[in-house]
T-cell receptor, first 113, second 114 residues
Framework: DSGVTQTPKHLITATGQRVTLRCSPR?????VYWYQQSLDQGLQFLIQ???????AKGNILERFSAQQFPDLHSELNLSSLELGDSALYFC????????????FGPGTRLTVL | QQQVKQSPQSLIVQKGGISIINCAYE??????FPWYQQFPGKGPALLIA?????SEKKEGRFTISFNKSAKQFSLHIMDSQPGDSATYFC?????????????FGPGTRLSVLP
């Protein structure tokens, strides 16, 4: 158990809908990262937050957005969902947001029908 | 230039054998290279990482070899065990004290036969 929690574990929704994925980092970790893992695209970095501030942006679509709240939990919002958005979404956390160890959560499996 | 190539896609090794996974990159700004291990149904977990100021790093049965001039790095698993059966991802990012933007290889599925 990495200490990173993600909810929900599974999510099934329809095209065009909007969903919110939630992540609670390990106690004491200030940085949160979001990743998408799919069969055709592999593991892709989406975005990083550090203490509420966006720090790095990867291959995140404009339909996706994220934020980190004062209590350090983070939410990833996915809107206008398409079939191709079906994937595992992982959250990871680290202490200081620099190149230190990231601890991954168990993931949220999103299925878009 | 952002791509990290990884091979082989899958690997079958006998127990006690050596597993070798190779990665290559183009972006010379990359200077931190971690390897992640992922078991089915779990998130990736950091296994070992290297910076280009050293050519090799060893932690237990796991060794990273790094060739800066060739822009290649590899993971060696010595005395491979069935419990090592997992998917392995190499990754790369510039070393940055501000934020990270990891690029991952496509993964190698390792099966260690008992």
């Amino acid at each position: 158990d990495s200490g990173v929690t993600q909810t929900p574990k599974h999510l099934i929704t329809a095209t065009g809908q909007r969903v919110t994925l939630r992540c609670s980092p390990r106690s004491g970790d200030l940085s949160v990262y979001w990743y998408q893992q799919s069969l055709d695209q592999g593991l892709q970095f989406l975005i990083q937050y550090y203490n509420g501030e966006e720090r790095a942006k990867g291959n995140i679509l404009e339909r996706f957005s994220a934020q980190q709240f004062p209590d350090l939990h983070s939410e990833l919002n996915l809107s206008s969902l398409e079939l191709g958005d079906s994937a595992l979404y992982f959250c990871a956390s680290s202490v200081d947001g620099a190149t230190d160890t990231q601890y991954f959560g168990p993931g949220t499996r999103l299925t878009v029908l | 230039q952002q791509q990290v190539k990884q091979s082989p896609q899958s690997l079958i090794v006998q127990k006690g054998g050596i597993s070798i996974i190779n990665c290559a990159y183009e972006n010379t700004a990359f200077d931190y290279f971690p390897w992640y291990q992922q078991f089915p149904g779990k998130g990736p977990a950091l296994l070992i990482a290297i910076r280009p100021d050293v050519s090799e790093k060893k932690e237990g049965r796991f060794t990273i070899s790094f060739n800066k001039s060739a822009k290649q790095f590899s993971l060696h698993i010595m005395d491979s065990q069935p419990g090592d059966s997992a998917t392995y991802f190499c990754a790369a990012t510039p070393w940055d004290n501000y934020g990270q933007n990891f690029v991952f290889g496509p993964g190698t599925r390792l099966s260690v036969l008992p």
